[in-house]
């Protein structure tokens, strides 16, 4: 099976080739390493970062946005999204501050983006 990929880690968007036969992965079209290591990890163990807003508790309607310190497995988005959805911090939130550790055992933390104060 050949699945054809745009390489997402640098600037050169390389179109990648890969080949999985017999338990093996042959990757074509990089021009770094990173390009390999991409196509290896989007067809093995597939991950994202995603990002979301939310309201803030005690405010009139303002919101944070929030993003993960790192990515997920693509299977867990929506669960992690919804897990997001529930957080109402209260005012004071602070750029930095970490709302959920470790979010649904994945060793990934949402954090506010943004100061509501």
Do not use: W, Y
């Not at 017999?22 to 990890?41: I, M, Y």
């Not at 897990?83 to 060793?107: N, S």
Request: charged share 25%; aromatic share 2%; hydrophobic share 40%.
């Amino acid at each position: 099976m050949i699945d054809r990929l745009t390489c997402l880690l640098c600037p050169l968007g390389c179109e990648l080739e890969v080949e999985t036969a017999g338990g093996r992965l042959e990757v074509r079209g990089h021009q770094c390493d990173k390009g390999l290591d991409f196509a290896s990890e989007e067809i093995l163990r597939p991950k994202r970062n995603l990002a979301a807003s939310i309201p803030v508790a005690g405010t009139d309607g303002r919101t944070t946005a929030v993003r993960l310190s790192g990515r997920v497995p693509r299977e867990m988005i929506f669960p992690v999204l919804a897990e997001i959805a529930k957080l109402r911090p209260a005012i004071p939130v602070r750029r930095g501050d970490v709302l959920i550790r470790d979010v649904l055992g994945t060793g990934v933390d949402v954090i506010a983006t943004r100061t509501v104060v």
